[in-house]
């Protein structure tokens, strides 16, 4: 029942996630942030089982921050997401993970991009994306409202319309999210009023 939705705009790039945790048909937690700072300029968003998304995103960060020590230098955004692409599709045939996610993050050269990937290792570079069954409702929706070098309230204001479309139509409404967003000055998270988020 997870739901991860980012997108890019003009010098930013956004990533949401719900924040409930559920255990079968029993909702454990509804403060859950699920989208995890690799570094001072990546976000990482993952959906799936709560114990392989948090050991692997964990893992993730740590292996970057360890990079960085031995080399001296960030991974980019492009190398990170080829980086936990190439982890997650080698953990198949070892430990598989029930883990998707999305990446973003800024470099100063390449300005800001979005990485989705997938748990068995597929991975694309994209504008927008979506993983979970919010997805179906968010990617039909951003298909139509998204548009290159939106500034960013723009931006958010794309994201609150995702998020009243899956409260709206979604079986299973009422969920919260969690906003951030990156660029040049870092990370940071968009406090969103709840009531943006109602159908």
Known sequence: MDHLIGLTGDGYALIAADRKVAHSIIAVKHDEDKILALDSH??????????????????????MALYQLRNGIKLSTHAAAH???AEIATAIRRAPKMCNMILVGYDDDAGPSLYHTDYIGGMHKMNFGAHGYGGYFALSLLDSIWRPNMPLEEGIECMKKVFKEINTRFLVGGATFTLKVVDKDGCRVIDVDTNDMKA
């Open 42 to 63: 990546k976000l990482l968003a993952t959906a799936g089982e709560l114990g392989d998304t948090k050991n692997f995103s964990e893992f993730i960060q740590k292996n």
């Open 83 to 85: 980086f936990t692409r």
